[in-house]
């Protein structure tokens, strides 16, 4: 079936010619997972945005395999920029679950080459997972499928404006990070504007998380940062305080 909206990506990257000059690199009897949080209304969009059949599994502990529209969004893509490849449709909530998925992805084709994925498409990010630098539980199941001959593709530059990186200093020795430009003193706020009735989540990161022992990271230095969050008055209205534990 031909999908009534097509990506603006298949144009971009030229997948549409792929799909119709080369015919050899057709994408029948691929298999294509989409891991997400949830399929929401995918039912309704087999056979025209999605292909006429697909193949699902929920991994969440109350078995929802609705619980998001996000992954059908990226079903639809996956279907655009291959159209004749069979997706398979799995969802999780946590880490633990997701860690659940893959595994199970993985052994099905261990135990049947028919039913081998050879392409999982995972646009997920994890807050403070890890230490940024391919170690920690997360990347280990994906390093678990790349050793199956499974590619992994992942969502990248999601948050590319909404993030702050940069070493800590303290010019002015008042232990407050000093954003921007560190000769300026006073700019110790990152500030941002937040839309009313709207949930925002922030999160800090540091690199501090010790030796990746393949399992669990070593004893680190144990620096302790504390994030607070202030509205235009200067209240606090949330904070992370809690003294840090394992060392980090």
Known sequence: AIPFVISEGVEKTDADEWQTIISYRSTENVKVCILDLGFQGYNALLGSELPSSVKTRSFRADGDLYASAHGTACAEIVHDMAPDAELWLVNFSTDVEYHNAVSWIIDQGM???????????????????????????ICEDVKNAY??????????????????????????????????????????WFTFYAVAGTTYQVALNWDDWGTWMGSNYSYSEGNDYDLFLYDSGGLVIAASNNDQTAGA
């Open 111 to 137: 135990a049947d080459e028919d039913q081998k994925v050879d392409i999982i498409s995972c646009s997920v990010g994890w807050l403070n997972s890890g230490a940024g630098n391919g170690t920690g539980l």
């Open 147 to 188: 050793y199956n001959d499974i590619i992994w593709v992942s969502a990248a530059g999601n948050e590319a404006e909404r993030h702050w990186e940069g070493a800590f200093r303290d010019p002015d020795a008042d232990d407050w990070c000093n954003f921007e430009d560190p000769a300026q003193a006073e700019d110790e």
